[in-house]
Every structure is written in structure tokens, then in C-alpha cells.
């Protein structure tokens, strides 16, 4: 590693620790996320958010709900902070961690949503349990969520879409709303896209969602 992606990697490390919009040992927030926003609110959480855009919009549309966006990249979590508004919604925090320790920064039934939005699709077969709608997964996001929580998931890749329906399905998961061409659809209005959505857009590309209902009792 040369001396500039050494500093880099010092600046970056140093500018998310200090940032007041980023948590970066988000264990210490287990079982009192609703201190930090000083609420009771709903929360709302995006696992792979990049650089926030989709949930920067979200919380400025509402509020009333309390966002969390989980990026693993902490140089994309850095390109997110300077794209930050000026005014931002106070009901807004990046999470500088890995989806895989959930179960330490999470107790059972703390958030109310979880948005996966564009996953990578891990297109090769001995890569599926990665996918973040495999069922080791959705088990987590189940123990997480509040009874009855929601799942909504996005994606312009087929094959992962399908993969998804099946794995929900057999997993208990209750599907209420599945498109495969959201924006030619009845549920296109509202939608909030991100980053990646708008340049699939452009293109024509389809754009595929569902929504599911955590079977927890």
C-alpha cells in the first residue's frame, strides 16, 4: 500500500469517527437505537445503502420514522457525506458495519422495515448463501424486526429476483406486493429511487420489487 492510499485510508477512518451522522460501533447502540433519535419513533433500516441517497430522501419525506444506512465501505460512505444536504433531516445516521453482526447491534423486534435495495446478486452458484436474501438472512431480519415487519426489496436482476420469491416463500414469509416493472405499474407513484434505480431507468431497464411480511408471531 503506497503512502497516499495510506493516508486515505487515516483521513477516511478518522473524518467517519468524527462525523456526527455516522456511527461507527453501532454495538453500543443494542437495544436503545431509540436513544440516539431521542423518540420513540418507528425504525427504519437499509442493509447495503451506499452512499445514502435513498434514505437521506426517505427521511426528509418523513419525519415521523427514524433511518439507519448500513454501508460496509468506508469510502463510500465518505463519497455519501459529501453529498450530504446542508439541512439534513435530523431522523437520518450512516452505519459504518457489516450486515453479518446484526444480532450483536440489533436485540429481537428493534426495527420496523428493512429496504434491500439493488444487492449485489452474487450471479455464481457456489455464492448464493451470500445473497442477502438467502434464508440465513431473512432468519436474521425476522429476529430483528417487530412482528408483522416488512421486507421491501428491489432489484433490475431477474434471477435474483426469483431466487428471492423462493427463498421468502420458504421461509414463511407472506408476499403482499410484487412487480416486475415497478415503474409501469399502479405502485409506481411514491417511489423513492436510488442511485442505481435512476440509471436503470434511463436505460429502460425494468425494475423489479416486493414486498413481504415477516412470518413472526
Known amino acids: 500500500m503506497n503512502e497516499l492510499r495510506l493516508r486515505y485510508v487515516k483521513d477516511g477512518l478518522e473524518r467517519l469517527q468524527n462525523h456526527d451522522k455516522v456511527i461507527t460501533r453501532p454495538e453500543e447502540y443494542k437495544g436503545s437505537w431509540n436513544k440516539l433519535f431521542n423518540n420513540e419513533n418507528p425504525i427504519h433500516v437499509e442493509f447495503g445503502s451506499g452512499r445514502g441517497g ?3 430522501q ?3 419525506k418523513n419525519p415521523n ?3 439507519l444506512a448500513f454501508e460496509r465501505n468506508s469510502k463510500v460512505i465518505i463519497r455519501g457525506i ?3 444536504p446542508e439541512n439534513l433531516a435530523v431522523n437520518f ?4 458495519s457489516d450486515i453479518r453482526k446484526l444480532e450483536e447491534i440489533f436485540i429481537d423486534s428493534e426495527i420496523n422495515r428493512v429496504y434491500l435495495n439493488f444487492s449485489d446478486p452474487w450471479p455464481k452458484k457456489r455464492h448464493f448463501k451470500r445473497r442477502l436474501t438467502y434464508r440465513k438472512f431473512l432468519k436474521i431480519y425476522e429476529n430483528i424486526l417487530i412482528p408483522k415487519g ?3 426489496f428491489k432489484t433490475d436482476n431477474v434471477d435474483l429476483f426469483d431466487f428471492s420469491i423462493e427463498e421468502l416463500k420458504e421461509a414463511g414469509w407472506e408476499i403482499c406486493l410484487i412487480t416486475r416493472d415497478l415503474h409501469n405499474s399502479q405502485y409506481a407513484e411514491g417511489n423513492v429511487m436510488t442511485e442505481y434505480e435512476e440509471k436503470f431507468v434511463k436505460r429502460g431497464q425494468a425494475i423489479n420489487k416486493l414486498i413481504a411480511i415477516s412470518p413472526k408471531k
Request: net charge negative; proline share 0%; hydrophobic share 55%.
Open 65 to 67: 420514522i427514524n433511518y
Open 150 to 152: 416488512e421486507l421491501h
Open 82 to 84: 459529501n453529498k450530504l
Open 58 to 60: 426517505m427521511a426528509e
Open 93 to 96: 445516521y450512516f452505519v459504518h
Open 54 to 56: 435513498f434514505i437521506v
